[in-house]
């Protein structure tokens, strides 16, 4: 992942603005540590910072047209860039380096503003024409780029990867919608992203496995392209462990192969003795990976809450329980000199995966839900994902939200989604059969079916308790019998929730920025629409998979609700030794 920031119309083309512009860009330099760029027509200015993946010796931004008349900084990776490019050439363009990117500018010149559905990839690109000084910004479909806009008081346009690029200079910001192009022209956004679940309507397409496999594969297979050293992220369920499984089966032969060696690495986080860690120990030495198991303590997470919150800029819950585990993890991967790793997220979303789906009333209720899960993606995990990883300079692609693969997987009648234990039908099924192969096995049985664990769950259960415990000893309950008048946005309910707050308006004290997180009642990460699916959800709200009474193996017990919890005491430490790496073979990568 890159860092773009765009100051656009500040009637400002001042060597002081030029150097706070540089000021402000550097803020983003852990996303991108490999090179910076600034290019300054009149009162615009493009920045960037560099994390190198494809091309890294010629690939530098800003790119440019063939007479540096159209200009882009980008974030992103565009998957189908050869394609693309081939079909450029055709029609006479000529392109300055090997970068994905390069593509963008020159599909402007063919297109216009509608080029952005052709693109194939994760993105966000701000794009400026010098000729009629017009510039438009992007974003990816589902939002697995981070991006915010702003707006000055001078009528400046301000365009960041993350909060703390801009939010002391604007008067206003807020999150740049996801599947939007934000045009100069017109002032405003416009949808580019239209696909037919969008639409909530009911599909119809009967669930065939191999389509949905193949569908997957390719996905996957897609991702590998690379021209620095990679990884897997593997917590050992089902998710990611058929990310590690096709990979692992796909990655002879391709590029990345012959540049770094046919065996896949995999990376895992967790407390001792956490459910992810055996069952993603079982999975490498299933699929034959070098694996590295990383172990944190409780008193690890909690000593860097504070870090994450900056980073993933959010005080929700649950997007700061399981980015903390995943903030860590990210630093030893990067100290091991990989820079790119393909996850899991998005699965559950698709198919519903979360335990509280269990009580989905009908197939109607379950597809509503997946949709409205789906377009909250950028606010969530892939906020997660893809700030936890940058803050180290390190990428994560996701396959499951695969542009191509969504449609497929969307338009599939829900029926065949819904769970049904009578059947033996647990939580994502048709993705589980699709790839119950017995003559060729991608996992072995009880892992293909191993229950969803949320991944703040997974990595250990005593991980929520500590959070809970160290946050009681912060939080006084006369501050919480004052919460909604300190907090009247988004009130925390919880002690935990509280704590969060504190920290995150410590670092981003403008009102916009605490517009830009979500809020509602969740169980088990629901939306609020789905806690009337059960009436005893409604006494038991936490984003914890534990909260889902009577479906988790390990759920809450019924009397104990959600802020009951093990006493830790005041100090939270854990025996295990601090952050220990243990792995199967140091990284070898083959030159």
């Known amino acids: 992942m890159c860092g773009i920031l765009a100051v656009l119309g500040c009637s400002d083309d001042s060597q002081a603005k030029r150097v706070r512009v540089l000021e402000l860009s550097r803020r983003l330099k852990h996303r991108g540590p490999d090179w910076s760029g600034l290019y300054q027509h009149g009162d615009n200015y493009l920045a960037h910072q560099r994390l190198a993946i494809i091309d890294p010796a010629s690939g530098d931004q800003p790119l440019f047209n063939e007479d540096q008349t159209v200009v882009v900084t980008v974030n992103g990776e565009i998957y189908n860039h050869e394609e693309l490019r081939k079909r450029l050439t055709a029609a006479g363009h000529k392109f300055r380096t090997g970068s994905d990117c390069d593509v963008i500018a020159h599909l402007y010149e063919e297109h216009g503003e509608d080029f952005v559905d052709m693109l194939d990839g994760m993105f966000s690109f701000v794009l400026l024409d010098t000729r009629n000084n017009t510039y438009i910004a992007a974003r990816d479909a589902i939002g697995i780029t981070s991006l915010y806009i702003g707006w000055g008081l001078d009528g400046s346009v301000w365009i960041s990867s993350e909060l703390k690029g801009l939010n002391d200079d604007c008067e206003h910001f807020e999150v740049f919608p996801p599947g939007h192009l934000y045009s100069s022209k017109t002032g405003g956004f416009k949808r580019w992203y239209n696909p037919l679940w969008f639409a909530e309507t009911i599909p119809s397409t009967p669930y065939d496995p191999l389509v949905l496999r193949r569908a997957f594969e390719n996905a996957v297979i897609k991702r590998l392209m690379t021209d620095v050293p990679f990884g897997v992220l593997l917590s050992g369920g089902l998710d990611s462990s058929l990310v590690a499984s096709i990979t692992a089966r796909y990655l002879a032969g391709t590029k990345a192969a012959k540049q770094w060696g046919a065996q896949l ?126 803050a180290w300079g390190l990428e994560a692609r996701v396959p499951f939200l695969d542009k191509e693969f969504i449609n497929v997987a969307m338009s599939i009648d829900p029926e065949a989604k819904m769970i049904n234990m009578d059947q033996k039908r647990i939580e994502k099924w048709i993705l589980r059969r699709a790839f119950d192969d017995e003559e060729h096995p991608y996992l072995p049985k009880h892992i293909l079916y191993r229950q969803k664990e949320q991944f703040s769950d997974g990595v250990g259960y005593s991980w929520i308790d500590g959070l809970k ?23 925390p309910v919880t002690k935990e929730a509280y704590y969060y707050r504190m920290i995150f308006e410590r670092f981003f004290p403008q009102n916009s920025a605490k517009l830009t997180v979500p809020g509602g009642a969740s169980i088990a990460c629901s939306t609020a629409k789905a806690i009337e699916w059960d009436a005893s959800w409604s006494n038991n709200l936490d984003p914890s998979g534990r909260a889902a009474l009577g479906v988790h193996n390990a759920a809450y017990k019924k009397n104990m609700g959600p802020v009951g919890q093990v006493k830790l005491g005041p100090n939270i430490i854990d025996n295990v030794p601090r952050m220990m790496d243990i792995s199967a073979s140091e990284l070898v990568i083959q030159g």
Do not use: W
Request: charge should be negative.
């Open 265 to 390: 690495h995999s990376f895992c986080v967790g407390l001792e003795g956490s459910p992810d860690l055996k069952a993603a120990r079982e999975v490498a030495d299933y699929l034959g990976t070098v694996h590295h198991e990383f172990h944190f303590t409780v008193q690890d997470g909690i000593d860097a809450i504070e870090d994450v919150i900056y980073h993933i800029e959010t005080y929700d819950v649950t997007t700061i329980r399981a980015s903390t585990p995943m903030f860590l993890m990210s630093r030893k991967i990067k100290s091991l000199g990989v820079k790119m790793v393909i996850s899991g997220e998005g699965s559950d979303e698709i198919f519903g995966g979360y335990l509280y789906f269990h009580k989905a009333p009908n197939k109607e209720e379950f597809h509503q839900e997946t949709c409205r899960k789906i377009k909250a993606l950028h606010q969530y995990d892939c906020l997660r994902a893809n700030k936890s990883t940058s």
């Open 469 to 491: 415990a160290h946050a009681e000893l912060h939080v006084t309950d006369k501050m919480m019998l004052h919460a909604e008048h300190i907090f009247p946005h988004n009130t």
